[in-house]
């Protein structure tokens, strides 16, 4: 009776669901993040030198994506897969809803300023993703990209071109193709174009020693 109950225990616990995602214990569990995160220009030097990204307000589930990208290798960056490698799934989901949460009661984006010409057909095909204003996304599992730091971006659509590299690097196979014949001038005016757009994304100061 006892290994039958334990049993019962255990497959009830196996169907149980998965705990939403929780902001208010997010914010308890961002230690690691506010060191770069949480300070308004803060630059990273690796791979180059470029400020990291803004999270606050960005989607959750882009954010969980990224975080286990890190962990499985799929984005090749050590302190970031250091980072990712240390935190459960349901770490990353109260992280992920503590940053989106920051960006609530920003006003919303005014309309996109026109595309330059000549990238009008190469940022068609960035929007069936990334929304018509690059800010509402049709998938919260993509990231919002309007108002992100231009340097960041263009480190990380390089990133989607390079392979074969244990440290540097992305593997998502749908930017891969995106980006594979683009040139470096073409990914630094999709970056600058981008960065240029009025966004919900922002830098939330956090002191480290909270």
């Known amino acids: ?43 990273a030097s690796f791979p180059e030198v470029h400020r990291v990204p803004m999270i606050s307000g960005q989607n959750a589930g882009y954010i969980v994506a ?21 935190l459960s799934e349901q770490d990353m989901k109260d992280v992920a809803a503590f940053y989106e949460q920051q960006g ?11 595309a330059p010409e000549a990238l009008k057909d190469k940022l068609a095909a960035c929007a069936a993703c990334h929304g018509a204003n690059f800010s509402k996304t049709l998938d919260g599992n993509h990231p919002k990209l309007a108002g992100q730091h231009a340097d960041y971006l263009l480190v990380a659509l ?30 630094k005016q999709i970056a ?11 830098t939330v100061p956090q002191s480290a020693t909270r």
Do not use: F, W
């Open 1 to 43: 009776m006892r290994t039958l109950l334990t049993s019962l225990a255990l497959a009830a616990a196996a169907l149980a669901p998965v705990h939403a995602q929780d902001a208010a214990a997010g914010a308890k569990k961002v230690a690691m993040c506010i060191g770069c995160h949480g300070i308004p220009g803060y630059q």
């Open 66 to 86: 990224a975080l286990q990208g890190y962990a499985k290798g799929d984005r090749k960056h050590p302190t970031m897969r250091g980072i990712s490698g240390s």
């Open 104 to 114: 609530k009661g920003e006003p919303a984006p005014a309309d996109v300023a026109a």
């Open 158 to 187: 390089k990133s989607y071109q390079i392979k074969g590299q244990s440290t540097v690097g992305r593997g998502n196979a749908i930017m891969q193709g995106q980006v594979a014949a683009l040139s470096p001038a073409e990914l």
């Open 192 to 202: 600058k174009y981008l960065a240029g757009l009025p966004g919900e994304l922002k």
